[in-house]
């Protein structure tokens, strides 16, 4: 492997949580449970693998929790308590310096990783509870969606926000921008998929939106929106028991995915390459989907209740 300094780590990470308190690690090639974490008394909201995957992170009510992804103690390693009220959505700064986080007591949160009590730096406050936080690839813009239908856009080098409202009372339930800036993709509780194509937002230059697409995506809730890598594709999930993929050439559908059993889709995450897809649902199973043929390669079983967060990352990170 040469010197430490180029180290190469190829670990692939799958990661489920749900409603039965249990996170479970898994072979993702196999599709074999490796260990199970218990995370007692509520359920776990949202996975997130932290930059350097040493840890899994879970939110949940009140509360961030982190385990080592190294080791096989099943008790967190760091326990966040400072949060209020449920956690709905949060991630990293790419560098792990600081942590985002969205919760239902009205606010998006900034947290120094480099100190260890964790402390709250920033708090965006908005009107109505937050669904989910996503962060612009160029880290400085956090992008933040409630309940009442309102997006807001918190540039966090200037402090300035700026709010819009794609359908008037629609709660804003996932928000994605593609790896490259130039898309956002947001989903609402009426099935709805908005796309805006971005410009801007380099340098001292704040992003703006300029809307693209209304994707009457789904019949039911919209949960989730992710773009794949190589920004070519767009997946949404939803309570009608599917998911579908977008081309984002024009967001025409390029396929939608469904399984008989599977119910709500709560989650889903691309490969590296963008050429498969694992999603989360309401059967207590997640699956492994090949995008071009839409069949399922592998499925991942043992959670006694409803999946509602999977992480992901099988892509070489060279240390």
């Given at each position: ?162 709010q819009l409202i794609p359908e008037a009372e629609a709660s804003v339930q996932d928000i994605a921008i593609d790896p490259e800036g130039t898309y956002m ?135």
């Amino acid at each position: 492997m040469g010197n430490d300094s180029q180290q190469v780590s190829e670990q692939v990470i799958l990661a489920t949580g749900g409603y039965d308190h249990t996170i479970k690690l898994w072979q993702a090639h196999t599709g074999i449970c490796q260990r199970t974490m218990q995370h007692t008394d509520c359920q776990v909201n949202a996975l997130e693998i932290t930059p350097d995957k040493q840890l899994i992170a879970a939110a949940s009510y009140q509360r961030i929790r982190m385990y080592d992804l190294g080791s096989s103690n099943p008790s967190p390693v760091i326990n966040y308590e400072g949060v209020t009220r449920n956690v709905t959505g949060f991630g990293f700064q790419e560098e792990g310096k600081w942590m985002y986080t969205g919760s239902e007591d009205c606010s998006a949160r900034i947290w120094d990783l480099r100190s260890r009590n964790l402390q709250c730096q920033r708090i965006f406050q908005v009107s109505a509870p937050v669904n989910c936080v996503c962060l612009h690839p160029n880290q400085a813009e956090l992008v933040v969606g409630d309940q009442s239908g309102v997006i807001h856009l918190w540039d966090l080098k200037t402090d300035r926000n700026e709010q819009l409202i794609p359908e008037a009372e629609a709660s804003v339930q996932d928000i994605a921008i593609d790896p490259e800036g130039t898309y956002m993709a947001a989903v609402n509780n009426r099935g709805h998929c908005y796309v805006w194509s971005l410009t801007g937002g380099v340098g001292e230059e704040p992003t703006k939106l300029n809307p693209k697409h209304k994707l009457d995506a789904h019949k039911r809730y919209a949960l989730k929106c992710k773009f794949s890598p190589d920004s070519t594709l767009l997946v949404t999930t939803s309570a009608d028991m599917t998911l579908k993929i977008w081309r984002t050439s024009d967001f025409s559908l390029l396929r939608e995915l469904r399984n008989e059993s599977q119910r709500w889709v709560w989650d889903a995450a691309f490969s590296a390459d963008s050429q498969y897809i694992l999603s989360a649902s309401s059967d207590g199973v997640a699956r492994l989907w090949n995008v071009e043929t839409g069949t399922v390669e592998r499925e991942y079983s043992g959670h006694q209740k409803a999946i509602t967060s999977l992480a992901f990352q099988d892509e070489v990170v060279r240390e």
